[in-house]
């Protein structure tokens, strides 16, 4: 009996030896947090392995959307298993030789945890990283109808921190997108003419320049543009009076010079009896006069007439 307590006794304790040994051997290393630019390409890595007496190799791969998968490898029988992992995602190179992961062309839909298992005669080991996607955002400098310059990081991942020289006090708006990125738009205060808006990022760092103008140029130039037009219809208007003012003065002229013709006409006609008469009497008057004159010259002088 007492043997058999001793066996039970170093029973136990072999299995609580085993036990504890896979469970050091199964606590995974530190968690890694890895950034990728969105677009590019990333390689993860099982970790400083030894590749003696390796059984097999599993990634298991968790994204925060979408489904999850595994790509594994199997040393013993030569053999590659692959679920539901999208194309972008394959092993580096040959799985016999490199166990390590890469992800072509990263896009935010990536964004998880990655974990690689590796077992061997020692046990088991786990190397997991959490991978983030950075965006760049699209930068503008605009000037807006008032002239007040306008910085735009749009659709960056995380937010992009603007600032501007001259130092002012910008109003800042932010505005989030449900794929996770931010556009942020600032508002420059003061009036000034030439501005510069600097774009902090973790996937860029930019700076653009632009001069705008006051926004009292935009009511000068519409005041100018109102007074011109103005000042064009009244001159319009005032040739357009002339003109008609020539051709009515060239038509009325051959109305008045016929409205004198007859005028004329209508004094003469009534002027001719008048005429008549008054030679009529002129004739009768030089010949009574003649006579008269006769008679009281001489003899001799009457003759010679």
């Known amino acids: 009996m007492k043997a058999k307590a001793d066996m039970n006794c170093v029973g136990k304790t072999f299995c609580a030896f085993v036990l504890l040994t896979v469970t050091e051997a199964m ?3 530190d968690n890694i947090r890895v950034s990728n630019i969105a677009g ?3 390689v993860l890595t099982c970790g400083n392995i030894s590749r003696e007496n390796l059984v097999a190799v599993i990634w298991k791969i968790r994204p925060r959307n979408g489904n999850h998968c595994t790509l594994a490898f199997r040393f013993d029988q030569k053999k590659t298993d692959r679920t539901t992992c999208n194309e972008r995602m394959d092993w580096k190179s040959s799985p016999e030789t490199d166990s390590a992961l890469q992800i072509r062309q990263v896009t935010l839909t ?3 945890c990655y974990s690689c298992e590796t077992v061997n005669s020692d046990g088991t080991f786990n190397q997991t990283y959490t991978l983030i996607v950075l965006v760049p955002p699209e930068v503008t400098l605009t000037c807006d109808s008032k002239g007040t310059p306008v910085c735009k990081a749009a659709a960056g991942k995380p937010a992009a921190q603007i600032s501007w020289d001259p130092n002012g006090n910008p109003k800042t708006e932010l505005e989030k997108h449900p794929d996770g990125t931010v556009t ?3 508002i420059y205060s ?5 501005i510069t808006c600097f774009v902090s990022h973790l996937a860029l760092n930019t700076s653009q320049s632009k001069e705008c103008q006051s926004d009292m140029f935009p009511q000068y130039l519409t005041i100018s543009a109102g007074l011109l037009g103005i000042l064009f219809i009244l001159a319009l208007i005032f040739l357009c009076k002339l003109h008609r003012g020539r051709i009515c003065y060239k038509s009325q002229i051959p ?3 016929l409205t004198h ?3 004329d006409s209508n004094e003469q006609q009534e002027l001719e009896p008048y005429a008549s008469y008054v030679q009529k009497e002129n004739t009768i008057y030089n ?3 003649e006579v008269t004159v006769r008679e009281d010259l001489p003899p001799g002088l009457q003759s010679e007439k």
């Open 27 to 29: 606590v995974p290393m």
């Open 40 to 42: 590019s390409s990333i």
């Open 110 to 112: 990536d964004e998880g």
């Open 184 to 186: 942020v738009l600032s």
């Open 190 to 194: 003061p009036k000034e003419t030439i």
């Open 255 to 257: 109305e008045t010079a």
């Open 261 to 263: 013709n007859l005028q």
């Open 287 to 289: 010949t009574v006069y």
